[in-house]
C-alpha cells in the first residue's frame, strides 16, 4: 500500500527538476507583477479622476475652473456638488478609457503651450467647446445623465417652459441634454455667425 502525499509533497516533486521550477518562480513572479501593474494603472487612473489633477495646470484654474465656482454645479442649496471629472470623463471602465486616450491630445495642448495665455485660450475656447458639446452630442450626453435621470424628473416643480422641453424634445428623442444646456457650467465662446446664437 502507498502512503498518500501532502500536497506540498506532490508540488515539490512535481516542480522539482529545475526547469520547471523556473516555470513555477516565472508564473509565481508574472502573476505579482501583473496585480502590482493593475494596481499602479487604476491608481494613475483614479488620481486623474479627480478635480484637483484638472486644475493643476493654470490653464484650467484660470479659466474653466473660476467660470465653474459661479455656477450652480459647484454651489448649491443641498450641497450636492458636480466636478469636473464628473461632466467630463464617463464612469463606465471602456468609455473612460476611451475617453482617457482622447484626452491625451489636451495633454499635448498643454505641452506644447497651445492655450498657455488667457488670449490663447480664448483664442480656442470655440473649438474647444464644440469639441466637447460634439463628444456630449454622440454620447447621448451620458455624462449628465449619471445625475440627472430623466425618468426621475419631476415636470411639476420646473418651470414652465423647461418642463414642456423634457417632456418633448427629450422624451422623443431628437434632442440631448446638451443641445439646450450649453454654457451651464463655463461661459460660452463668441458665437455670432452661428445658427442659433
Known amino acids: 500500500m502507498t502512503e498518500k502525499k501532502g500536497l506540498l509533497k506532490r508540488l515539490w516533486h512535481t516542480f522539482r527538476s529545475p526547469s520547471k521550477v523556473a516555470v513555477g518562480v516565472v508564473l509565481v513572479f508574472g502573476f505579482l507583477g ?38 450652480i454645479h459647484y454651489a448649491n442649496r443641498s450641497g450636492v456638488r458636480a466636478s469636473c471629472p464628473d461632466c467630463h470623463v464617463p464612469h463606465e ?23 498657455d495665455t488667457p488670449e490663447k485660450f480664448e483664442g480656442h475656447r470655440r473649438h474647444m467647446a464644440e469639441r466637447e458639446w460634439q463628444r456630449m452630442k454622440e454620447t447621448d450626453s451620458r455624462e449628465c445623465r449619471n445625475c ?9 416643480v420646473q418651470g ?14 431628437e434632442k440631448t441634454c446638451i443641445d439646450c444646456h450649453k454654457g451651464i457650467a463655463h461661459q460660452l465662446p463668441n458665437m455670432s455667425g452661428v445658427e442659433g446664437f
Do not use: P
Open 34 to 71: 501583473g496585480v502590482i501593474f493593475w494596481g499602479g494603472f487604476n491608481t494613475a487612473l483614479e488620481v486623474t479622476n479627480t478635480e484637483q489633477f484638472c486644475i493643476s495646470c493654470h490653464e484650467m484654474q484660470d479659466n474653466v475652473f473660476v467660470e465653474y465656482r459661479d455656477t
Open 93 to 115: 471602465w471602456t468609455h473612460k478609457i476611451v475617453r482617457k486616450i482622447a484626452a491625451s491630445k489636451e495633454v499635448w495642448g498643454k505641452i506644447t503651450g497651445i492655450i
Open 148 to 156: 440627472h435621470n430623466f425618468d426621475y424628473m419631476d415636470f411639476s
Open 160 to 173: 414652465t417652459r423647461a418642463a414642456q422641453a423634457h417632456s418633448t424634445s427629450l422624451a422623443s428623442g
